[in-house]
């Protein structure tokens, strides 16, 4: 079956770094843009990143754009957001998301980082 599952969460100081990983299975991951999103307590889920089949195109929301790096490895089925410069407004659960259409993704658990002193 379908699993993405996401990895790498935890608590960071802010201006630290994290990684996370979703490490997916039971799709053609080769053939699915792969993002990133995220929703913090009260809040809708928002956006975060994407990387197209291409590996090097890839956009960011503004609010991590320059500070965080989607990547994928097809070899290995996972996709990665290395996150740089934390800010406590970066806490959140953040989720993988793999799309091909519209009736055709899936979503992962979810990992949770919290960004505090």
């Known amino acids: 079956q379908v699993q993405l599952v996401e990895s790498g969460g935890g608590l960071v100081q802010p201006g630290g770094s994290m990684r996370l990983s979703c490490v997916t299975s039971?799709?053609?991951?080769?053939?699915?843009?792969m993002k990133w999103f995220r929703q913090a307590p009260g809040k809708e889920r928002e956006f975060v990143a994407t990387?197209?089949?291409?590996?090097?195109?890839?956009a960011y929301s503004d609010s991590v754009k320059g500070r965080f790096t989607i990547s994928r490895d097809n070899a290995k089925s996972t996709v990665y957001l290395q996150m740089n410069n934390l800010k406590p407004d970066d806490t959140a659960m953040y989720y993988c998301?793999?799309?091909?259409?519209?009736?055709?993704?899936?979503w992962g658990q979810g990992t949770q980082v919290t960004v505090a002193s």
């Open positions: 998301h793999a799309v091909r259409g519209v009736f055709d993704n899936f």
């Open positions: 039971g799709f053609d991951f080769s053939m699915y843009a």
């Open positions: 990387v197209s089949l291409n590996p090097s195109s890839t």
